[in-house]
């Protein structure tokens, strides 16, 4: 998975454990930043079905 771009949030500033993103082909991949070989996929539809759920407040009790 090296020739993946990762990209993590400008919230994170300089901080080194962050979620970061990457595209492999059609997929999304998403890492930890201080465990870089634990690697989770996932499509488009799917991340934004997530993230569109995180925003309604749907993952709250899990904070």
């Given amino acids: 998975m090296s020739n993946i771009n990762w990209q993590k949030s ?3 500033g300089d901080r080194d454990d ?3 993103l990457g595209q492999q082909g ?4 998403m890492r930890e930043s201080d465990e870089p070989n ?3 996929t ?3 539809a799917k991340l934004a ?3 569109v759920g995180v925003k309604n407040g749907k993952f709250d009790h899990l904070l």
Avoid: K
């Fill in 10 to 12: 400008s919230f994170s």
């Fill in 38 to 40: 634990v690697v989770v």
């Fill in 49 to 51: 079905a997530f993230i």
């Fill in 26 to 29: 059609e997929r999304i991949v």
């Fill in 42 to 44: 996932t499509t488009r």
């Fill in 18 to 20: 962050c979620v970061e």
